[in-house]
């Protein structure tokens, strides 16, 4: 980035669909001297960390962050560098979004970043969707993908061509996932035709999506952390059991499981960050703690922490984000640690057939609630975003609002899904869980873009 210019979103078009092209504010080269006297701890940040500021902001950027730290007032050090730290990390992030996201709609950003709802249900093209949302705007993502023609509403000409659409879409999850965050991915492996060979019957065979999705999803830039086996269960089917010929090769298992993939997201940031303790930017690089992890140890002589042989201290951002987090308030419940303790789990499936033989949720494949409920709680704090870009009957949305996060969903098939959603979501809005938290929902539509995948919908 231009170290003189500060840079904002150029406006086009009647929905404030804002484009890639930026419009630098006049160049204004940061002065060589600038005193800033605050009364408190953040003079000294700023005396140690001005050089690096100067290097980091523009003069604007620099004013407003000042501006800022002005109006601030803390009770203890700690306080003053927590500040200092936030307001930092929000302009750097800033910077990094305006400089990558594409195509950024105001309208559908205010939408999301109103804290008024908890519930936000857009419905629309998941890429469509996907490539108007910020950069780094959201702390967690949890989905299960379109089922690969398993389903009168998800169908592909061929298996390359759902890969393609799967990571086109994928390719802005990464994108729009906020930095060292964690994307959690159900999918089951399959047995079917990929049609590219032959699409008689006779092309059947066992797919193994899970393998496929973690290629992909490392080929996008994820690192590939760890695989949950859902254990369904007894299976009910009767498929390939071939009574009638108890021989040799003609018994096959039928699939009763499914993958729960772990991803995180580690884009290499060489951007300079706060000490923890100190606050100050004077850091010296350290080791990648992993790829893509950036460390750094505090070169503060000052620093309140120093080891034994006078080593500052070391951290990264995760570390930064984490640590400060290590309170009674945000400790896992044990029960769940211990359900999640080994890579293999058992809950059954949704039970989506009522007694009067009805879909009570619109679809053929509900998404369960442990999953979204684990991802939430492991990998969230309370008031932050986590987003499903396959939403279907809402299941992630609706649970991370009841966990007091931010829940957006994106469904493109409103017309299956629409009554039943909004059935279950005003059940839970005037008595249930959501209701006792005084949680609302909002709905964004954006059908009218263009559809640019031939994906339907998914399961959920």
């Given at each position: 980035?231009?170290?003189?210019?500060?840079?904002?979103?150029?406006?086009?078009?009647?929905?404030?669909?804002?484009?890639?092209?930026?419009?630098?504010?006049?160049?204004?080269?940061?002065?060589?001297?600038?005193?800033?006297?605050?009364?408190?701890?953040?003079?000294?940040?700023?005396?140690?960390?001005?050089?690096?500021?100067?290097?980091?902001?523009?003069?604007?950027?620099?004013?407003?962050?000042?501006?800022?730290?002005?109006?601030?007032?803390?009770?203890?050090?700690?306080?003053?560098?927590?500040?200092?730290?936030?307001?930092?990390?929000?302009?750097?992030?800033?910077?990094?979004?305006?400089?990558?996201?594409?195509?950024?709609?105001?309208?559908?950003?205010?939408?999301?970043?109103?804290?008024?709802?908890?519930?936000?249900?857009?419905?629309?093209?998941?890429?469509?969707?996907?490539?108007?949302?910020?950069?780094?705007?959201?702390?967690?993502?949890?989905?299960?993908?379109?089922?690969?023609?398993?389903?009168?509403?998800?169908?592909?000409?061929?298996?390359?061509?759902?890969?393609?659409?799967?990571?086109?879409?994928?390719?802005?999850?990464?994108?729009?996932?906020?930095?060292?965050?964690?994307?959690?991915?159900?999918?089951?492996?399959?047995?079917?035709?990929?049609?590219?060979?032959?699409?008689?019957?006779?092309?059947?065979?066992?797919?193994?999506?899970?393998?496929?999705?973690?290629?992909?999803?490392?080929?996008?830039?994820?690192?590939?952390?760890?695989?949950?086996?859902?254990?369904?269960?007894?299976?009910?089917?009767?498929?390939?059991?071939?009574?009638?010929?108890?021989?040799?090769?003609?018994?096959?298992?039928?699939?009763?499981?499914?993958?729960?993939?772990?991803?995180?997201?580690?884009?290499?940031?060489?951007?300079?960050?706060?000490?923890?303790?100190?606050?100050?930017?004077?850091?010296?690089?350290?080791?990648?703690?992993?790829?893509?992890?950036?460390?750094?140890?505090?070169?503060?002589?000052?620093?309140?922490?120093?080891?034994?042989?006078?080593?500052?201290?070391?951290?990264?951002?995760?570390?930064?984000?984490?640590?400060?987090?290590?309170?009674?308030?945000?400790?896992?419940?044990?029960?769940?640690?211990?359900?999640?303790?080994?890579?293999?789990?058992?809950?059954?499936?949704?039970?989506?057939?009522?007694?009067?033989?009805?879909?009570?949720?619109?679809?053929?494949?509900?998404f369960p609630q442990e999953i979204p409920e684990m991802a939430v709680i492991f990998y969230t704090y309370p008031?932050?975003?986590?987003?499903?870009?396959?939403?279907?009957?809402?299941?992630?949305?609706?649970?991370?609002?009841?966990?007091?996060?931010?829940?957006?969903?994106?469904?493109?098939?409103?017309?299956?899904?629409?009554?039943?959603v909004l059935k279950i979501i005003e059940k839970e809005t005037t008595q249930g869980d959501l209701y006792a938290?005084?949680?609302?929902?909002?709905?964004?539509?954006?059908?009218?873009?263009?559809?640019?995948?031939?994906?339907?919908?998914?399961?959920?």
């Amino acid at each position: 980035m231009n170290k003189k210019n500060e840079y904002r979103f150029s406006e086009s078009g009647a929905n404030a669909l804002y484009t890639s092209k930026l419009t630098p504010y006049p160049a204004k080269s940061v002065p060589s001297k600038i005193t800033v006297n605050f009364g408190n701890y953040f003079d000294k940040i700023v005396k140690i960390s001005l050089p690096y500021l100067k290097k980091q902001f523009s003069e604007v950027e620099l004013q407003e962050l000042f501006a800022l730290l002005k109006k601030y007032q803390g009770n203890s050090i700690q306080e003053y560098v927590d500040y200092f730290d936030k307001v930092y990390c929000e302009l750097v992030k800033r910077q990094y979004q305006m400089k990558t996201t594409p195509y950024y709609d105001a309208n559908l950003c205010k939408f999301i970043e109103d804290k008024n709802s908890h519930i936000k249900l857009i419905w629309g093209d998941a890429y469509q969707v996907l490539r108007r949302m910020k950069s780094e705007s959201v702390h967690l993502m949890v989905t299960s993908p379109p089922y690969y023609n398993a389903r009168e509403y998800s169908q592909w000409e061929n298996l390359n061509d759902y890969f393609s659409d799967m990571k086109e879409v994928i390719t802005e999850c990464y994108r729009v996932l906020d930095n060292h965050r964690v994307f959690v991915f159900n999918v089951g492996d399959i047995y079917d035709n990929d049609r590219l060979i032959t699409k008689s019957v006779w092309g059947k065979r066992r797919i193994p999506l899970g393998a496929y999705f973690i290629k992909l999803f490392e080929e996008i830039g994820f690192t590939f952390v760890d695989d949950f086996i859902w254990d369904k269960g007894e299976v009910q089917t009767q498929r390939h059991k071939h009574t009638n010929t108890p021989y040799p090769f003609y018994q096959y298992p039928v699939n009763c499981y499914e993958h729960i993939l772990i991803f995180h997201k580690h884009r290499l940031d060489k951007t300079r960050y706060p000490c923890p303790i100190c606050g100050c930017l004077k850091t010296n690089d350290n080791t990648q703690s992993e790829i893509g992890l950036q460390s750094w140890e505090c070169a503060n002589e000052d620093c309140f922490v120093r080891s034994k042989s006078n080593r500052g201290k070391r951290f990264s951002l995760k570390t930064n984000i984490t640590q400060r987090h290590h309170t009674e308030e945000f400790k896992i419940p044990e029960n769940l640690i211990r359900k999640w303790r080994r890579d293999i789990v058992n809950f059954p499936p949704v039970i989506k057939i009522n007694a009067k033989g009805e879909n009570i949720l619109g679809h053929s494949a509900p998404f369960p609630q442990e999953i979204p409920e684990m991802a939430v709680i492991f990998y969230t704090y309370p008031g932050e975003f986590v987003l499903d870009p396959f939403a279907g009957s809402f299941t992630t949305t609706i649970v991370a609002a009841k966990l007091n996060r931010i829940g957006i969903g994106i469904e493109l098939n409103k017309k299956l899904f629409y009554d039943k959603v909004l059935k279950i979501i005003e059940k839970e809005t005037t008595q249930g869980d959501l209701y006792a938290h005084h949680k609302k929902y909002a709905e964004y539509d954006l059908l009218h873009l263009p559809q640019t995948h031939r994906q339907k919908n998914k399961r959920k």
